[in-house]
């Protein structure tokens, strides 16, 4: 009897994307929170950090975007980070209703240490990967991206 094996594309709609998806996530946030213990910054907070240096955030609506959280988490996130004495909120100079997020010296002291362990934690998880492979592999997760936005 020749059984007829299913496509990879049917087991991955089948819900295995979703699922390995999922595992490499968890597994990269893990590392990453490993990596940060020692700092005392969280994954999500390193992301908020990150923002800020990249450009690509500084006010609570951008980092939600982000990040995907809502308002109310997002400011209780920022609290916890301003608590630890690396960020600090000032008045927005172009509309006074909201802030500006900026590193403080000690966020600035400590972020390369953050950036660094990020990358340690991402590097663990290719390891065993060519140069072809990784860059392979963004290509396949920037297509699925744009896929994802025509929806």
Known sequence: MNARKPSVI???S???????????????LAGVE????????TAAQFVVLNSIMSGKGRTLSEFCRLLGYDSGAMTRL????EA???IRRVVNPTDRRSFI?????????VFPQARKGTEVAIRRLLAGFSEADAQTLRGMLRRILANAAEV
Do not use: C, H, M, Y
Request: glycine share 10%.
């Open 10 to 12: 049917a087991e991955l």
């Open 84 to 86: 630890k004495g690396i």
């Open 101 to 109: 997020v900026e590193l403080t010296e000690q966020g600035q002291a």
């Open 78 to 81: 920022l609290d916890r980070i």
């Open 14 to 28: 089948s819900g295995e994307l979703g699922f390995l998806v999922t595992d490499v996530r968890n597994q990269l």
């Open 34 to 41: 490993r990596e940060l213990e020692p700092l005392q910054i």
